[in-house]
């Protein structure tokens, strides 16, 4: 089975990228085929300050890195390496209703938030399915603002191979159940946009801050807690295993603790679940000519698939003459 999945180096990842979409992907290694790659081209559509975008591009390879991400067992890139992907973009462009792309969720709540809108925003999906299709993905492991997306890839496809033949894998989303929308600070969904992230590699000061911040209940202190829909529990239960998490619960039941202990607990839970990963981190920050290899042997990796894909593509539209 291959599952592939990109993430955006628009900003630094946080535990929502982390449980939503990264740690899936990591924990598939050895029982699915991974393909992952940075998603710098989508980035472009938030980020154009080009210094900038090429530094968090460098930063979201080395986190990946760090957390696991094993390149010889998987097939891990930047997006702009494999550049067919565009030309791919612009061959499903052709089968593409403009009616698709404006029902588009993500698309229509950016504008809605008064985003301007430039044309890269507007075809998003179209690259995103042209990613997908480009490898012959099976699975996509997304958050569920995503599964929009896949289910345009599924239909762009499948137009395609309707005229064309067989010449795309329809691709299927996955979304891990119990974590599906990884709450933020403000128990809105956790995203780079609102501001509202907990990082996977922040400063601890910052860090501490951050969870401060959390929205809770005002409950006296000797009375007992809801656990059920407090930002903090949810947040913590992500990195807790069963018995800690009951711990966690009776600890809120019994009352006599306020919601700043637990958010101080749960600053420790994150900090101790990441420590590790900082020190590996940290290597690859020392070390980013060994990055940039590692990137150059994944793209050599990922374009072997692709090319065929490519010809495949290039023979039936009549690019190849
Ligand atoms: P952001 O919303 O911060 O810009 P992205 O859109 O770059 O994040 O998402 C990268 C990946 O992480 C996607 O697969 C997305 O579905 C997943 N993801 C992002 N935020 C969350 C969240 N709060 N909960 C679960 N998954 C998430
Ligand atoms: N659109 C995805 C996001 O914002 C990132 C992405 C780009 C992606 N191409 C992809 C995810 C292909 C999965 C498959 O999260």
């Not at 159940?177 to 609102?194: C, I, L």
């Not at 290597?283 to 990796?301: S, T």
Request: hydrophobic fraction near 40%; proline fraction near 3%; include cysteine.
């Amino acid at each position: 089975m291959r599952v592939l999945t990109g993430i955006q180096s628009s900003g630094d990842l946080h535990i929502g990228n982390y449980f939503g979409s990264i740690k899936q992907m990591i924990d598939s290694q050895g029982k699915d085929e991974v393909f992952a790659f940075i998603a710098n081209y989508h980035a472009m559509t938030s980020v154009h300050d080009g210094e900038r975008l090429a530094s968090l591009t460098m930063q979201a390879a080395i986190d990946f890195l760090a957390l696991g991400m094993d390149p010889k067992q998987s097939t891990f890139w930047v997006q702009s390496d494999v550049k067919e992907v565009l030309e791919l973009y612009w061959a499903l462009s052709a089968f593409t209703p403009m009616g698709l792309l404006e029902r588009g969720h993500s698309y229509k709540d950016k504008t809605a938030k008064g985003i301007a809108s430039n044309h890269n925003l507007f075809s998003y999906p179209v690259l995103m399915a042209a990613d997908i299709l480009m490898f012959n993905s099976d699975i996509i492991p997304v958050g569920k603002d995503q599964i929009q997306h896949v289910e345009m890839a599924r239909d762009i496809a499948t137009k395609f191979n309707n005229m064309h033949g067989d010449v795309f894998v329809i691709p299927e989303h996955r979304v891990a159940e119990n974590v599906a929308t990884v709450p933020g600070v403000d128990g809105q969904k956790m995203s780079k946009s609102y501001g509202n992230t907990i990082n996977i590699f922040g400063e601890e000061k910052k860090q501490q801050k951050v969870i401060k911040k959390i929205v809770t209940e005002a409950v006296p202190l000797e009375d007992p807690k809801e656990w059920e829909g407090c930002n903090v529990y949810n947040i913590a239960k992500l990195f807790l295993n069963a018995d800690e998490a009951k711990e966690l619960q009776a600890r809120y039941e019994r009352g006599g603790e306020g919601h700043g202990h637990f958010k101080l607990y749960l600053h420790d839970v994150v900090w101790e679940y990441f420590r590790p990963y900082r020190e590996k981190r940290e290597y690859f920050e020392n070390n980013q000519d060994e990055v940039r290899e590692i990137l150059a042997f994944g793209a050599n990796k990922a374009r072997e698939v692709a090319l065929p894909v490519i010809e495949k593509v290039r023979s039936a539209t009549g690019i190849q003459y």
